[in-house]
């Protein structure tokens, strides 16, 4: 009777034993993969079957412990990794800033404030400045505005009641990009000093010159 007894208590003690190797494993292995991780972030349906699987693995690691009444190591463990899955952000774009930059040949990339195209809501933006053009693009590195910088007249700041905002003028168009915040100020200056540093300078005006003896 006492064998038999002793058989079962050994038994959860075993399986315990090896969902705590088993945890301990998974997480040291999920270590390991982080810079794999951030890879796989890129990709929007890989990052979401990884969310699914952290959220099954952790909620089976977290509730199959307890029932067997195994430790809490595991439960611990199991918990953690769902959280995780809940709170893990979105997937990064395929695409990031250095790799746009490289593709549109832009040199430097400063921020843009807000900018509303149109009629359409303002939205965050980065202007990439480049020898040639200067792009404005949101966080999606979709293209809201291009200028081209042979055709920019002017790249003013100015502060509003509640802002700053930088100010482009180009062929019939004008520009305004908005700033708000403790940095506003320094941010739009930044993006003006920038685009100053690649705008054409003004070709000067000579006075003609009376022909001798007019």
């Known amino acids: 009777m006492s064998d038999t007894s002793?058989?079962?208590?050994?038994q959860p003690e075993g399986l315990g034993k090896r969902l705590r190797q088993l945890a301990v494993g998974a997480l040291f292995a999920?270590?390991?993969?982080?810079?794999?991780?951030?890879?796989?972030r890129r990709n929007p349906r890989s990052w979401m079957v990884l969310r699914i699987f952290l959220g099954v693995a952790?909620?089976?690691?977290?509730?199959?412990?307890?029932?067997?009444?195994?430790?809490?190591?595991?439960?611990?463990?199991?918990?953690?990794?769902?959280?995780?899955?809940?709170?893990?952000?979105?997937?990064?774009p395929d695409a990031n800033a250095d790799d746009k930059a490289?593709?549109?040949?832009?040199?430097?990339v400063v921020n843009g404030g807000r900018f509303q195209p149109g009629s359409a809501p303002?939205?965050?933006?980065?202007?990439?400045?480049?020898?040639?053009?200067?792009?404005?693009?949101?966080?999606?590195?979709?293209?809201?505005?291009?200028?081209?910088?042979?055709?920019?007249?002017?790249?003013?700041?100015?502060?509003?009641?509640?802002?700053?905002?930088?100010?482009?003028?180009?062929?019939?168009h004008t520009a305004e990009f908005s700033y708000r915040g403790i940095f506003a100020e320094h941010l739009a200056r930044v993006a003006e000093t920038t685009i100053?540093?690649?705008?054409?300078?003004?070709?000067?005006?000579?006075?003609?010159r009376r022909a001798a003896g007019a």
Request: aromatic share 6%.
């Open 6 to 10: 002793n058989q079962a208590l050994s």
């Open 30 to 40: 999920l270590v390991l993969l982080i810079p794999k991780i951030l890879d796989v």
């Open 58 to 92: 952790g909620a089976a690691l977290a509730v199959l412990p307890l029932g067997l009444g195994t430790g809490f190591v595991p439960a611990i463990v199991g918990l953690a990794m769902f959280i995780s899955a809940i709170l893990l952000p979105p997937a990064k």
């Open 102 to 108: 490289h593709e549109l040949g832009a040199l430097v």
């Open 122 to 172: 303002s939205a965050a933006v980065q202007l990439y400045v480049g020898a040639e053009s200067v792009w404005a693009l949101d966080r999606r590195f979709q293209p809201l505005l291009e200028i081209p910088v042979s055709e920019i007249t002017t790249a003013c700041t100015e502060q509003s009641e509640e802002s700053w905002r930088l100010r482009m003028t180009w062929a019939s």
């Open 196 to 208: 100053r540093g690649v705008m054409r300078p003004a070709l000067p005006v000579f006075p003609q």
